[in-house]
């Protein structure tokens, strides 16, 4: 069993930032990636960004320059750092770990930025 949690969401002013934590606990032996994705109401879920078990990150273009994705091993904790917030990044965010077994997801934490 896997289980994550994400922290850190709230509401914030256009060009703000806010940091997202994502605590992974559980059968986490053999992690390929984990990635933040986002959800705006009436859109589709979309990936934000992706670390890899190497260590290799990747971005939406949407949010290359201001997003950091990073990984804290001592504290199973992948972190998301939004910076240059828009009103356009609110949504609620999720993350997601992918095992060899499968793919789990958290509940996911609300980001809100107002103009």
């Known amino acids: 069993q896997v289980q994550l949690v994400e922290s850190g969401g709230g509401l914030v002013q256009a060009g703000g930032s806010l940091r997202l934590s994502c605590v992974i606990s559980g059968r986490i032996f053999d992690i390929v990636a984990v990635r933040w994705n986002r959800q705006a109401p009436g859109k589709q879920r979309e990936l934000v960004a992706s670390i890899s078990s190497g260590g290799t990150t990747s971005y939406a273009d949407s949010v290359k320059g201001r997003f950091t994705i990073s990984r804290d091993n001592d504290k199973n904790t992948v972190h998301l750092q939004m910076n240059s917030l828009k009103p356009e990044d609110t949504a609620v965010y999720y993350c997601?770990?992918?095992?060899?077994?499968?793919?789990?997801w958290g509940q996911g934490t609300q980001v809100t930025v107002s103009s």
């Open positions: 997601n770990v992918q095992l060899i077994a499968g793919i789990y």
